[in-house]
């Protein structure tokens, strides 16, 4: 029998009441970053608003055995109010592999136990699970349960919202390299940057220069993305606060990771990520455009690859994104989804049709619109986007 607690509320208590366990669950699990306490907990104080944390555990035998972080808030489109369930982390701040925290053998129990908990309550009209792994054994669940007799929670969709390339790096740095598609310009790059007696490829990790390494590859990154409308990652006062935030509780806890090329005395390139031991999560990177002669930002993402197979590495995950350097290195993808059971209703019938709509007329336009106003209006939207989702949190 597994039975489900539930730790609920608008500040930073359910977080406290479940750190400990939360923290034991993860260790055994090997899931991402994301899922940590750490990056949980601090996306909460920063990006909480008015959104009401909704921890669920379950436990077999009096043993936690499965977590599983959302928040609940009420939204009222089409005048109708409508109160959703989802799982916590999701949009600002950039998370994928997002799920239920718990050990592959434990996680259809788990899952099961916690659904049937949700439906019971029968007090939310609909529950979103975004930014899963298209692969997560949630989905599969979701469907059955979704689809079973007497399931009031009756509308199931799945929608596709982008890929993680990744890097395989169990062949080795050498097939690694050969089998991408900037094997030669990277071996004529770094030849190059390598004669100059002032070139470092240097790491930080640990709390003690996280702070300064973060603020390196601000400066960088933001100057980077000045042009185009500002960063997902920091193009907001509240994503910077909740990113220096972020760092220093990630660092203490052995995840974060800074990759660096200095030159001339001072950080040229810097990428940014989260490393569990077995796969390095880039998260973001920034590099110097004064040296952009020299390729610095190509060379260092070389590096950091080579640097990740050389600690023991087994995967290289960009994280979400289409970038064309992204797949120039990565030698498989992973799918992200989002999915989402509700009870039928006519405004939700509404509000699914006009986001439907809103992809397509978005497509068209890349389509048919030149390439560079398609990219200014990308970036404004963006920007617009930004702004309001966090006015409103």
Not at 52 to 66: E, Q, S
Not at 161 to 172: H, K
Not at 332 to 355: Q, T, W
Request: hydrophobic share 40%; net charge positive; glycine share 8%.
């Amino acid at each position: 029998m597994i039975r489900i607690e539930v730790h609920e509320g608008i500040d930073g208590k359910p977080f406290e009441e479940a750190k400990a366990e939360w923290r034991q669950l993860s260790r055994s699990t090997h899931l991402s970053p994301f899922l940590s306490w750490e990056w949980m907990s601090t996306w909460f104080d920063h990006f909480g608003g008015c959104r009401t944390a909704f921890l669920l555990k379950a436990y077999r035998d009096n043993k936690v055995i499965g977590i599983l972080p959302m928040f609940h808030s009420d939204l009222k489109p089409i005048r109708a109010n409508r109160k959703r369930l989802a799982l916590m982390g999701e949009g600002p701040g950039g998370a994928d592999h997002l799920d239920l925290i718990c050990d592959p053998g434990d996680f259809d129990d788990a899952f099961f136990w916690i659904m049937s908990f949700l439906l019971n309550r029968r007090e939310f009209d609909s529950i979103n699970f975004d930014s899963l792994a298209g692969g997560s054994q949630a989905i599969g669940l979701l469907k059955r349960i979704s689809h079973s007799k007497g399931c009031e929670l009756e509308r199931f969709a799945i929608q596709p919202a982008g890929f993680c390339p990744q890097i395989d790096l169990s062949t080795g740095w050498e097939s690694v390299l050969n089998n991408g598609k900037r094997a030669a310009n990277f071996k004529r790059r770094l030849k190059k940057i390598e004669k100059r007696p002032d070139f470092e490829f240097r790491t930080v990790v640990g709390p003690e220069g996280a702070g300064a390494a973060f603020e390196r590859f601000l400066r960088l990154h933001q100057r980077r993305w000045e042009q185009s409308g500002g960063s997902e990652l920091t193009g907001h006062p509240k994503l910077e606060d909740f990113q220096r935030a972020l760092v220093p509780r990630m660092a203490q806890a052995g995840l974060v990771r800074f990759d660096e090329i200095w030159l001339d005395g001072e950080c040229r390139s810097s990428v940014y990520g989260f490393d569990d031991g077995r796969t390095f999560y880039y998260y973001n990177s920034g590099y110097d455009l004064d040296y952009a002669d020299l390729s610095v930002g190509l060379v260092l993402i070389g590096l950091s690859i080579k640097s990740a197979v050389e600690r023991g590495n087994k995967v290289y995950d960009f994280l979400r994104g289409d970038e064309t350097y992204k797949f120039d290195w990565a030698n498989k993808s992973i799918e992200i989804v989002n999915v989402s059971v509700c009870r039928p209703s006519f405004s939700m019938a509404v509000a699914d049709n006009l986001a439907g709509l809103t992809a397509k007329l978005n497509k068209i336009g890349r389509a048919v619109l030149p390439k560079g106003l398609a990219a200014s209006i990308a970036n404004r939207r963006r920007a617009w986007r930004r702004e309001y989702q966090l006015s409103e949190r």
